[in-house]
């Protein structure tokens, strides 16, 4: 097994470990909306050098937070606001935040309450973050304040671009 080959699997089990879930999220528990999908995950660390990327952070709040203190919006600004010189420690800047207003086309069963924009220079970056221990001390807050989320990862298209 090459060194890259043993990284991913070490990665894939951290991820599996920490999301509680299997590669496919097929066990009864588990929220694919809250814990991602492995199999992404290991798509998205296979091209650790590719970049830059940019991340699409959609927000579904919990009406109350899961701790108790507060709403769910309030618990995920907590975490925003401890995250935020985390994620410029691993080279991501935010491009964008806003509430969402209207929901105009789309299944409005997947109304979102926040849109972020986060930029990285490369996959590897944000792996890094997932994977540092001060960020581990602060995800519970994020888990505390969401409903839902969905993290897309987009890279520029030079052909449409101008």
């Known amino acids: 097994m090459n060194q890259k080959s043993a990284y991913l699997l070490l990665l894939s089990i951290l991820l599996l470990v920490a999301c509680g879930s299997d590669p496919l999220n097929h066990i009864p528990g588990v929220d694919p909306w809250m814990d991602g999908n492995l199999a992404e995950f290991a798509s998205f660390a296979k091209d650790a050098e590719e970049g830059p990327v940019v991340m699409i952070n959609l927000l579904k709040f ?23 010189p985390l994620v410029e420690r691993h080279g991501g800047s935010m491009v964008f935040s806003g509430q969402t207003e209207e929901h105009l086309v789309g299944d409005t069963d997947y109304d979102w309450d926040m849109v ?4 990285w220079p490369a996959h590897q970056n944000l792996l890094d973050l997932a994977g540092d221990e001060d960020y581990e001390k602060i995800a519970h807050h994020r888990t505390n304040g969401l409903e839902r989320t969905m993290l897309i990862a987009m890279t520029q298209d030079f052909v449409t671009a101008r």
């Open 62 to 84: 919990k009406k109350e937070s899961d701790d108790g203190e507060g709403t769910g919006a309030e618990a995920y600004a907590r975490y925003a606001r401890l995250a935020a």
């Open 116 to 119: 972020l924009l986060v930029s």
